[in-house]
């Protein structure tokens, strides 16, 4: 006799089926009982990505890089959150600013190059909590499918925030709620 790891197995009933049995009624009946006991209850599924269920206020998403109000780029290339990064998700080149450059780059240096490889992160949200300079947080997007490694990896073009003077409706859409949230905490 083989061991049982629990006691919780039940012996086979391998009785013959009777005529009534093998027509499955009694059975289909149940199954329909089942069925339309749901039709009347909560929905619990959502018809995504049309209806997109709430988010918890912690919910940590795809990476922006962030903007001053005349839309100048926050990032000083301090490497922070690549330190920070426990999975190594984040590479970068410095570049120093220009004379002309002001209206472009807040600090004397800026991130000429910026990448995060989507396949490496774990959104635990590090880097955010590394930057000095509010460059860079995690939004409430989630990073979209993709069929190939290398879209998974993304440059400084995407992941930085539209203009919020130049491009103030797309600005509006990616600040989204954190606009409201960082109203209430000033
Ligand atoms: S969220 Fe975490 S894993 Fe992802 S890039 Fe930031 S620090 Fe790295
Ligand atoms: S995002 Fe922040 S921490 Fe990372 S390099 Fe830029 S300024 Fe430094």
Not at 9 to 28: C, G, H, Q
Not at 59 to 69: A, I, S, Y
């Amino acid at each position: 006799m083989s061991t049982q790891l629990t006691n919780r197995a039940l012996p086979v009933d391998r009785k013959p089926m009777t005529f009534v049995e093998s027509l499955y009624l009694w059975n289909i009946l149940k199954g329909m009982g089942v069925t339309l006991s749901h039709f009347f209850r909560k929905k619990v599924t959502y018809n995504f990505p049309e209806q997109k269920r709430p988010f918890s206020k912690v919910f940590r998403g795809l990476h922006v890089l962030n903007r001053d109000e005349e839309g100048r780029e926050n990032c000083t290339a301090c490497g922070l959150c690549a330190v920070a990064c426990p999975a190594e998700a984040i590479t970068m080149e410095a570049a120093e600013r220009l004379p002309g450059e002001e209206h472009l780059y807040r600090e004397e240096k800026y991130a000429a190059k910026y990448e995060i490889n989507m396949l490496r992160c774990i959104f635990c949200g590090l880097c955010e909590e590394a930057c000095p300079k509010d460059a860079i947080y995690l939004s409430e997007t989630f990073a979209p499918a993709n069929y190939g490694r290398k879209g998974f990896i993304y440059p400084k073009e995407e992941l930085l925030i539209p203009h919020p003077i130049n491009e103030k409706e797309a600005y509006d859409k990616a600040v989204g709620d954190r606009k409201i949230k960082n109203n209430k905490t000033n």
